[in-house]
C-alpha cells in the first residue's frame, strides 16, 4: 500500500513538473520511476514469475523428455520460492529501466526543444557507476538462493536417478531448467522496464510508440546472459554433488 501510496504521488508530483515547465525536477523525479516499478514487481513475483514460466512453457512445444523433466522442475521450484528468478529479474529490471529511461528523456527533451547539453547517452564508465554494485548483489542473491536449493535439488536428481536417468540426461535438465529460469526472469525484466516507459511516457504526454521505441534490449540481454551462466553454474555444481553421492545413498 505504502508503493502504490507513493508511486501516485510520485506520478502527480511528475505531472506537475510537466505542467509547470520545470525539467530539473522532472528529470530528478523520473529518476524514481524505474526503482518504484521493480519494488512493486517483487512484491508481485512470488504469484508472477511461476503464473508467467507456466504460460511460456506450456506455449512452447516440449519435445523431448528433457525439456519436459526441465519444464516441470522449473514450474515446481518456483511454486516454493522465487529466490532463483527474482534477483536476475531485479537487475534486468534496473539496468534495462535506466537505459530506457534516459532514452525516453532525451525524446521529450527533443520533442519539447530543450536544451540538451550533454545529451542522455550512457557510457560505459556511468554504466559502470550505476549498474555495478545492484548487478553484483543481484548476482550474489541469485547464487544464494540456488544453493539454498541445493538439498532440494538433490532429491530431484535423486529422483531422476532412480527412474533410470543417466547422469548426462540430469546434467541436461539442470542445464534446460537454468534457461527457463533465465528467460522467465529476462521476460519479466523487459514488462518491467516496459511498464516504468509507459507510465512515463504518459506523464510526459509522449506517445505509446516512443515509450516501445525506447527500450533498450541489450543491456538486458547483457544481464540475461551473466544471470544464466551464473544460474547454469549452480546448477551444474549442486546436481555434480547430488550424483557423487548417490551411490552412497543406494547403498544406504
Not at 42 to 69: D, S, Y
Not at 137 to 145: L, P
Request: overall charge positive; aromatic content about 6%.
Amino acid at each position: 500500500m505504502f508503493l502504490i501510496a507513493g508511486g501516485t504521488a510520485l506520478v502527480s508530483a511528475t505531472s506537475s513538473a510537466h505542467a509547470h515547465g520545470d525539467t530539473q525536477i522532472l528529470s530528478n523525479l523520473s529518476l524514481l520511476f524505474p526503482l518504484l516499478v521493480t519494488a512493486l514487481a517483487e512484491l508481485a513475483a512470488p504469484m508472477a514469475l511461476p503464473a508467467l514460466a507456466t504460460i511460456w512453457c506450456i506455449a512452447l512445444p516440449q519435445r523431448g523428455t528433457t525439456q519436459l523433466l526441465a519444464a516441470r522442475g522449473a514450474r515446481h521450484r518456483l511454486t516454493a520460492s522465487t529466490t532463483v528468478e527474482t534477483p536476475v529479474m531485479v537487475a534486468g529490471a534496473l539496468v534495462a529501466g535506466y537505459y530506457a529511461l534516459f532514452a525516453l528523456l532525451e525524446r521529450y527533451w527533443y520533442a519539447n526543444r530543450l536544451p540538451v547539453g550533454s545529451g542522455f547517452a550512457i557510457d560505459t564508465w556511468m554504466a559502470f557507476a550505476l549498474f555495478a554494485g545492484p548487478v553484483l548483489i543481484c548476482s550474489v542473491g541469485a547464487a544464494a538462493g540456488m544453493v539454498m536449493s541445493a538439498r532440494s535439488r538433490g532429491r530431484d536428481v535423486m529422483t531422476l536417478v532412480s527412474l533410470g536417468a543417466t547422469p548426462c540426461r540430469c546434467l541436461a535438465v539442470a542445464a534446460v531448467e537454468a534457461l527457463i529460469h533465465t528467460v522467465d526472469a529476462a521476460f519479466a525484466a523487459l514488462v518491467i522496464s516496459l511498464t516504468s516507459n509507459l507510465l512515463l511516457a504518459a506523464t510526459f504526454r509522449l506517445s505509446l510508440g516512443d515509450a516501445f521505441a525506447a527500450l533498450r534490449l541489450p543491456p538486458l540481454v547483457a544481464v540475461a546472459v551473466a544471470g544464466f551462466v551464473l544460474v547454469l553454474a549452480t546448477q551444474l555444481i549442486t546436481t555434480l554433488i547430488a550424483l557423487r553421492g548417490e551411490p552412497v545413498s543406494r547403498s544406504e
